[in-house]
């Protein structure tokens, strides 16, 4: 199940799309989905997030995505990562009011997997963080390094914008629980290899349980 709605973000409204699991059951945890950097065509159709998205929907997860303000018909102007973290804030919020008694998970891709994995590391409601190629050598995770959540990260081999080496030294500063997945020959975009991202999500959280 899948539909189209806008919700009020900090800025105004913002555009978002809910994928729920099959069947009407209860959500496996709610996710809310970040999209790469709007300056350089990032939105919430992005091929990576979309396959993401569908993955977190297969293994039973209701799963929010959203344009960041000034993408799409979402309201404002890009503010250089400040706003899009309120923005993101915004919509934890949302998922949290509609899905209360399930686990809040945080998650992102390139500029979108800094946002989430930042706002997620500190909030209070957020279970678990999931980056996808997180831009390390471009942005401070510094709340990162002081979280104790579960962080799951998907790194491409062949990244030509966050290199591996840059993520496997940030993953070696992190608290456990923990896991890497490096997707072999992979880009930053997963050209040819978004279908293995969404395998890689299920196999990381198709039986979590929440559990450390």
């Avoid at 899905?99 to 997997?113: I, K, N, Q, R």
């Avoid at 456990?176 to 992979?186: C, F, M, N, S, T």
Wanted: charged share 25%; hydrophobic share 45%; with cysteine.
């Amino acid at each position: 199940m899948s539909r189209t709605f806008e919700f009020a973000g900090p800025a105004g409204r913002l555009e978002a799309l809910l994928d729920e699991p099959d069947g009407g059951r209860e959500p496996l945890a709610a996710v809310v989905m970040a999209h790469p950097h709007p300056e350089y065509g990032g939105t919430m159709h992005t091929k990576v997030v979309f396959r993401a998205a569908k993955a977190f929907q297969r293994i039973g997860c209701a799963v929010l995505r959203f344009n960041f303000r000034g993408v799409g018909v979402s309201d404002g102007i890009h503010d250089g990562g400040d706003g899009e973290r309120d923005d993101f804030r915004a919509a934890l919020e949302l998922m949290a009011g509609r899905y209360p008694t399930v686990e809040l998970w945080a998650a992102g891709f390139s500029f979108g997997a800094w946002v989430a994995l930042t706002v997620g590391a500190t909030s209070d409601r957020v279970a678990l963080v999931f980056g996808i190629a997180p831009p390390v050598a471009h942005q401070s995770f510094a709340e990162l390094r002081c979280s104790s959540k579960p962080k799951f990260f998907i790194q491409g081999e062949r990244d030509e914008l966050c290199a591996l080496k840059d993520m496997w030294r940030l993953y070696g500063e992190l608290n456990e629980p923990k896991e890497l997945v490096v997707i072999d020959g992979a880009d930053h975009l997963f050209d040819g290899k978004t279908l293995e991202v969404g395998d890689a999500i299920e196999d990381l959280l198709g039986d979590w349980k929440g559990a450390p």
